[in-house]
């Protein structure tokens, strides 16, 4: 494989460059924009796709490393350009290079003006979001990490629904607050351990007394659970999800949203372990409550994207559930729910645009008996709330399955809990599915409507197949993160060896939540 | 002291350079003036003169440092940079006053004069070393600002800011006296060096009120909370390119003294410090999010910058990195002067082009129409609310970076919170420009101008290169 061309910096700059590509075509030629917009994201998914092929899961060692200086700090602190792959970034960044041209291809139908800014923004959001994922430099990652911000508050205030520049500068704020107190954690930890390289920085902060980690994690925590978001920081969630054109719900759910996962993943359970021991049942509990919560959310929607919004923030809460449980079978759900959220709940949005695009309106009573009108769209709708739901044998089973089995030897009681979220979810999202597909057509406007088009087909197929490939053959995409894990695993079992060695008492275990 | 032309040696010339090269320039430009033939030639002595001025300044700009006078003026790597800083603000305030003049036109040649006098007396503060030095280089910059934030003189509002600003600039440079009276009452010197030799003597409380009262003079010119209410009238009233000239040049002259100066106050201070800068950020922000005029907004969002840099000069104290402050406010300043500069610019571009004053609502629609100025101004606008891959956000990087080493954590967490309402108002500008159609009956002025556009490419040229590769720029400044 030419894999010495085909390096990490082409892939993450590659969007880049066809965004810049896209700003020199003369503004009429729609056409063109379109198309160079959708040469790029696919180029960027073949090389995507070619880079997570070429890795071996069975080890924690980065790969595709580059390693360039960048400038120095003072007290000679070198921050360096670092991208690298390992276990826990390759199925993120596989799939957001896998999302490009699906929403490339599904804004044919719902963005007409501006087409230019638009495609230009999306591919700089792709370059962001790749950043994020592959930058192995604590400055580098939030410069992603906070560059990314700016493309979705154009893509939000500029195409977005009625109430759109409410939502634009809600999300914007609310996630800006959150990474800059961030900001000032990563200051103190460079500047305490001296180095910017996440690598030496998850090996050096780890041996940071507990006290310390906890004040760091607490930081770094806040910021990525807004992000993703976290039970009481949501409220930003749905607002933007309801504003958003399509394309942006579908990359904001798709992948921004596990960003702030992967954050708590790397950043806050990987690098302050010690801290993430103490807090687990915190965040546990403020997973349970997210998936509860959302779902009682859910049920009380009729606006039926605002319902998928709330229904991420019940997803959601499962992988903050499965990562805080401090499992293996905990870990692999959480990460393995991250891409199929993405997958399933994207495909949910791409459907709710493509029958707002002909209908007009998202309110569910609107709707009624459309499976004898669009066919096609019932089948796919039925297949992806499927998937959401969690059937056997799709991509959503394993993952609520990994992360409920996970959170099961950690603690029962929340897992039982937990579970509730899955009838739960099931419920809401049939009866909605119940509600737009089946029974008599009601209102004579949806009696003209036209079925799903090839375009709209073929970009749903990828979602589809992955759905069921990962449904089928979990251990495929669960073994890239393998090492990767076992990684993780192995520095919280030093901080809990390091923590049983210093309390004298014999302690409860760790991740039992002691019932008051 | 001695004096005379025997210390005009080799060294002291080269430390006083940018110094001779902005006052011959100035002499020169007087010259031409009187002579009606010679008065194509303007711009182009101008510009000689400032490149002049920063040739002088790379000559010192990497060796050791000099001092000159007895030791009353020095020329280093850090008076270098902040020279250069100075040519590039007074250039940006010039290339954008290009054909903002109608009325006053005639009288440009003046205007030119009445910058460089004042780019001249920049130079001074930032190498002066002696608290007479320094109000001598403080009264050769205010007073030619007096009279170019008046320089409209048909327009009440111009004559009411150079008013208020001469009043009260008068009174701070009076307090500044004083201050320095009570320095050498309590020390027996005037210089940073013999200051900083009887730092026992510095303790004392005569000299202490003459140090406190140097800093809030000098706290007057960075527009420091209680000190700032000056700052939204003059900014708004004075013509446009003063205003930028005033917020980014004389801000950074007067950091360029308090730096050294501040060595001078006792350790103690520093929670106060921090307290005030905190202040600062907040009266600043809070004051911004409720404005609607460009250059009022620019003026509080500058008091908030101003507040940010002190930030580090309270981390200073216990911070274990020597130079790591003066690195950090330099770099903050020159990504300020280029992204304020470039903001202030553009917004003087659009306020000639109309004749208006510019408003948020006035900017409403302007990407469909100036795609590239709207673009330029949103950059500068995430710049100023530190994003990053701009320069803004690598200077709010050091300067926290500086209050975090310094044992200032908490007042850190504060501060970068205080810079998200920030972001409130930077991004309703944005919101303007892009998520907003024009209104009916002000029509976004559509009349390119080359000019003024490449100066805007220059500034977002720089603040890019400052976020992205700014290694060339950290690595050269101690």
Redesign the interface.
Same mark, same amino acid.
Do not use: D, N
């Given at each position: 494989m030419p894999t010495n061309v085909l390096t990490l910096s082409v892939l993450v700059f590659l969007p880049l460059v066809g965004a810049l590509l896209v700003a020199a075509t003369p503004s009429k030629a729609v056409g063109l924009q379109r198309g160079v917009a959708l040469l790029a994201t696919l180029a960027v998914a073949w090389i995507g796709v070619v880079l997570c092929l070429d890795f071996d899961g069975s080890t924690a060692v980065i790969q595709h490393a580059e390693n360039v &200086?960048?400038?120095?700090? &003072? @007290?000679g602190v070198d921050v360096r350009y670092r991208l690298g792959m390992d276990g826990i970034s390759v199925l993120l960044v596989g799939l957001t290079a896998i999302l490009g041209p699906i929403v490339v291809l599904s804004t044919w139908g719902h963005i007409h003006q501006r087409v230019k800014e638009f495609m230009i923004w999306l591919l700089v959001m792709q370059t962001g979001m790749l950043g994020v994922f592959l930058s192995l430099d604590l400055?580098l990652f !939030? %410069?992603?990490?906070?560059?990314s /911000? %700016?493309p979705l !508050?154009?893509i939000l @205030?500029?195409w977005g629904g009625e109430r759109? /520049?409410y939502a634009? +500068?809600k999300f914007? /704020?609310y996630t800006?607050?959150g990474s %800059? %107190?961030m900001?000032?954690a990563a +200051?103190?930890l +460079?500047?305490t351990t001296n180095t910017t390289d996440v690598m030496r920085l998850l090996d050096v902060a780890g041996a940071l007394p507990v006290d310390t980690q906890l004040w760091l994690f607490a930081a770094f925590a806040l910021a990525f659970a807004i992000k993703v978001p976290v039970m009481p920081f949501h409220t930003w969630l749905p607002d933007a999800h309801t504003e958003a054109p399509t394309s942006g719900s579908v990359i904001l759910a798709g992948v921004l949203l596990k960003m702030g996962t992967y954050g708590l993943l790397r950043f806050g359970i990987a690098m302050f372990p010690g801290a993430a021991l103490e807090a687990a049942p915190w965040m546990m509990a403020l997973g349970v409550l997210g998936i509860v919560y959302g779902a009682f959310l859910a049920m009380a929607q009729t606006d039926v994207k605002r319902l998928i919004a709330c229904s991420s923030v019940s997803h959601l809460g499962y992988v903050v559930l499965g990562l805080f449980a401090l499992t293996e079978a905990g870990l692999r759900g959480s990460l393995l729910q991250m891409v199929n959220h993405g997958l399933s709940t994207g495909l949910l949005f791409l459907l709710i645009g493509m029958i707002y695009e002909r209908r007009h309106t998202r309110a569910l009573d609107q709707y009624g008996g459309i499976a004898s009108v669009m066919p096609f769209f019932a089948l796919f709708l039925v297949f992806a709330v499927l998937s959401s739901v969690g059937l056997p044998g799709l991509n959503g089973f394993v993952g609520e399955y990994l992360i409920l089995l996970g959170t099961w030897q950690a603690s029962p009681w929340l897992a039982a809990i937990a579970v509730t979220g899955v009838i739960f979810g099931a419920v809401y999202l049939l009866m909605a599915t119940r509600k737009m597909l089946f029974g008599p057509v009601v209102h004579s406007e949806n009696r003209a409507l036209n079925d799903l088009n090839g375009r709209e087909i073929g970009l749903m197929l990828p979602i589809v197949a992955l759905c069921i490939w990962i449904g089928v053959q979990p251990n495929v995409f669960l073994d890239r993160a393998d090492g990767s894990l076992q990684d993780v695993l192995s520095r919280l079992e030093r901080a809990r060896a390091a923590r049983t060695a210093s309390v004298e008492i014999v302690p409860v275990h760790r991740l039992e939540i002691e019932p008051r | 002291m001695s004096s005379g032309l025997a210390q005009l040696s080799q060294a002291t010339l080269d430390a006083t350079g940018p110094f001779l090269a902005l006052a011959v320039g100035v002499l020169v430009l007087v010259l031409v003036e009187i002579l009606p033939a010679l008065k194509a030639l303007r711009s182009t002595l101008f510009l000689a003169t400032l490149a002049a001025a920063a040739w002088a300044a790379t000559r010192t700009l990497f060796g050791p440092e000099i001092s000159a006078f007895d030791g009353t003026y020095v020329a280093n790597s850090t008076t270098s940079w902040w020279a250069l800083l100075f040519v590039s603000s007074t250039l940006i305030a010039w290339v954008f006053g290009r054909r903002y003049y109608r009325e006053e036109a005639r009288l440009e040649g003046e205007h030119d004069i009445l910058l460089l006098t004042a780019a001249s007396g920049m130079v001074l503060m930032a190498g002066s070393r002696d608290l007479l030095v320094f109000f001598v280089g403080l009264e050769t910059l205010s007073v030619p600002l007096y009279a170019l934030s008046a320089f409209r003189r048909s327009r009440s509002e111009s004559v009411e800011a150079g008013l208020k600003y001469f009043v009260l600039g008068a009174f701070a440079a009076a307090v500044y006296l004083m201050g320095a009276a009570f320095v050498y009452a309590g020390t027996g010197t005037i210089t940073l060096d013999g200051m900083l030799a009887r730092s026992d003597l510095l303790q004392g409380p005569l000299a202490l009120t003459g140090v406190a009262m140097l800093v809030g003079a000098i706290f007057f010119k960075i527009s420091v909370f209680p000190f700032h209410l000056w700052v939204p009238d003059v900014y708004q009233g004075a013509p446009s390119p003063v205003t930028t000239f005033m917020a980014t040049g004389t801000k950074a002259a007067a950091f360029a003294f308090l730096l050294p100066l501040s060595f001078a106050l006792p350790s103690q201070s520093a929670g106060f410090i921090a307290v005030i800068a905190l202040l600062t950020m907040a009266v600043g922000n809070l004051g911004a999010l409720v404005q609607t005029d460009m250059k009022r907004l620019l003026a509080y969002s500058g008091v908030a910058h101003a507040g940010t840099m002190l930030l580090a000069i309270a981390g200073m104290f216990e911070d274990p990195e020597t130079g790591a402050t003066s690195q950090a406010i330099l770099f903050y300043m020159a990504a300020y002067t280029f992204t304020a500069g470039g903001a202030f610019g553009l917004v003087t571009m659009l306020e000639s082009q109309t004749g208006l004053p510019v408003t948020i609502e006035s900017l409403r629609g302007l990407s469909s129409k100036r795609p590239g100025v709207a673009a330029a101004l949103a950059l500068f606008m995430l710049s100023l609310g530190g994003i990053p891959a701009t320069g803004g956000f690598l200077g709010k990087y050091l300067i926290f970076s500086v209050a975090v080493r310094g044992d200032m954590v908490l007042p850190a967490v504060i501060g970068v919170l205080l810079s998200v309402i920030a972001l409130g108002y930077y991004l309703r500008i944005v919101i303007a420009m892009y998520m907003q159609t024009e209104l009916e009956g002000r029509p976004v002025p559509t009349e390119s101008r080359p000019v003024s556009a490449a100066m805007a490419l220059a500034c977002a040229g720089m603040v890019i290169v400052l976020g992205v590769l700014p290694g060339w720029f950290l690595d050269n400044v101690r």
């Open positions: &200086p960048w400038f120095t700090l &003072p @007290g400055i !939030y %410069v992603f990490w906070e560059t /911000l %700016v !508050y154009f @205030g500029i759109r /520049l634009t +500068i914007f /704020l800006f607050a %800059v %107190v900001l000032i +200051i103190w +460079i500047w | -």
